[in-house]
């Protein structure tokens, strides 16, 4: 990478901030070192990057084939880019609960590109969740059971908290107006296509109880899951500033936006790749 580059890691578990890139303009060479640190870190954030909408669709194509957001229109001659609006007189917003993104499709995104448009002076930072850590940290035994199961995913699980308040201020509409339920089965475990690590592929958002067991019986297991894979130890924060740019990775991560700007404004654009079914 260009001399300035300059990489530091988010914290001990995952993420990295890449700065001195200008990300619209780097050559194949360099898109392969910060794809490289998108496929290590889980998540990447590139500082101070200017991008039109245009050029945002482009960096976007470098990391996949995009992928449609099934719950909202995209930006006016852009259907591609998804705009998460949070208005000053909103209280709750998009994203605000730990997630691995749309895994209720049965080929979620591979990967996320979300671009700060605008943020807050403070506050509306998101959280990371390393799946790979969460997974290698359980005990052996458990690791084994984990193995032979797979668990049901649904869009409807947690909508209200997820995506309410931004359509009734009318920044997501169109086809959220006639939600559908979408629901998919994916392993417990996943193995990652690209580095065959394997991570913990269940989230509190969407993941609903184990395929062939009851939800009586899949509850207890989950709770502990979801306690167990978004200990701080597993995590990294970032914050945002206008101009930051974040890939990560749904292959191996788990996110959550942090709510704590009411009275103020966050624009954000996201763009998803498309990803293959999980093995
Ligand atoms: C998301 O969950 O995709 C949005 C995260 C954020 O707005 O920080």
């Known amino acids: 990478m260009a001399n300035e580059t300059k990489i530091s890691q988010l914290s001990g578990a995952l993420g990295a901030e890449i700065s001195g890139i200008d990300v619209a303009r780097i050559g194949d060479t360099d898109f392969a070192s910060i794809y490289d640190a998108f496929l290590e870190f889980g998540v990447i954030a590139l500082r101070d990057q200017n991008l039109s909408p245009e050029a945002f669709v482009a960096t976007a194509k470098r990391f996949g084939s995009l992928a449609e957001y099934p719950f909202a229109e995209g930006l006016d001659g852009h259907p591609e880019i998804t705009v998460i609006i949070k208005e000053p007189h909103q209280t709750s917003n998009f994203g605000g609960m730990w997630h691995t993104d749309t895994t209720y499709q049965p ?27 969460a997974y290698e940290q359980l005990s052996p035994g458990m690791r084994e059971l984990l193995g032979n199961l797979h668990a049901i995913n649904s869009s409807t699980l947690h909508a209200a908290s997820l995506r309410a308040n931004h359509l009734k201020s009318g920044s997501m509409t169109g086809k959220e107006a006639a939600p559908r339920a979408l629901e998919a089965k994916h392993p417990v475990v996943r193995t990652h296509p690209e580095t065959q690590r394997k991570g913990l592929y269940v989230n509190p958002a969407h ?61 954000m654009w996201r763009i998803t790749i498309k990803g293959d079914r999980p093995r």
């Open 207 to 267: 993941t609903s109880m184990f395929a062939g067991m009851t939800r009586e019986e899949s509850t207890p297991i989950l709770d502990y899951l979801f306690r167990q894979q978004t200990r701080p130890e597993l995590t990294c924060r970032l914050n945002w500033q206008p101009g930051t740019l974040a890939i990560w990775d749904n292959r191996s991560t788990q996110h959550c936006a942090i709510n704590d700007y009411d009275g103020h404004r966050r624009e």
């Open 107 to 133: 080929e979620p995104p591979k990967a996320t590109l979300l671009y700060a448009v605008e943020t807050p002076a403070v506050g509306g930072d998101t959280l990371f969740a390393d799946m790979r850590l």
